[in-house]
């Protein structure tokens, strides 16, 4: 698969201004005016209102729907479906063939389902495997990461029913 590479670029602007007054910045507070001195300042930094810490949150755990599976290990946040069958077999699947996870659930995100297509789904690229992950229809949204032995294509988020990835396959 193609590598991208952040590349860092100069643009040189010919104009001296953009013709207006710079605006500071909506992210700082009010600053006092040098010529009032330190009373004033003192005075603008009391009347600065306090943030309260966020509240915690509760750890996120992964439940399975249907108690414990052979095939599947959960460790807090982190879900691991081994699949039941050798590649040997899984390899021979046709294209949109696919083999289900049990149904697990994460806080506020129940019945959901991975799906491993071991020769991709109907749009994936010749050599590729698909996971896809399922979600129940009144779920939240999830942001999460899928590896296929180890390899994985960086954190992705799910805000619909459904979402598709596509990996080079696991055993070349």
């Known amino acids: 698969s193609p590598r991208l590479t952040p590349v860092a670029s100069v643009m040189v602007n010919p104009r001296r201004s953009w013709g207006r007054t710079p605006t500071p910045s909506p992210k700082m507070g009010p600053v006092p005016s040098p010529k009032l001195g330190p009373l004033m300042g ?4 009391a009347a600065a209102p306090l943030q309260a810490p966020p509240a915690p949150r509760p ?22 479906w081994c699949l039941p069958l050798p590649w040997g077999k899984l390899c021979k699947y046709d294209k949109e063939l696919c083999v289900s996870s049990p149904l697990f659930s994460v806080r506020r ?16 690229e010749d050599g590729h495997c ?5 979600r129940g229809p009144d779920s939240a949204g999830i942001k999460f990461e899928f590896l296929v032995n180890g390899r994985g294509i960086g954190p992705k988020v799910c805000l619909g ?6 990996y080079p396959l696991p055993f070349d």
């Open 130 to 134: 698909t996971v896809a992950l399922n």
């Open 42 to 45: 003192a005075l603008a930094a």
């Open 59 to 80: 750890p996120i755990t992964v439940e399975l729907a249907g108690g414990d599976s052979p095939e599947v290990t959960v460790n807090g946040a982190r879900l691991e």
């Open 161 to 166: 029913r459904r979402y598709l990835g596509d």
């Open 109 to 124: 995100a129940a019945n959901m389902q991975l799906m491993f297509y071991p020769n991709g789904s109907r749009s994936a």
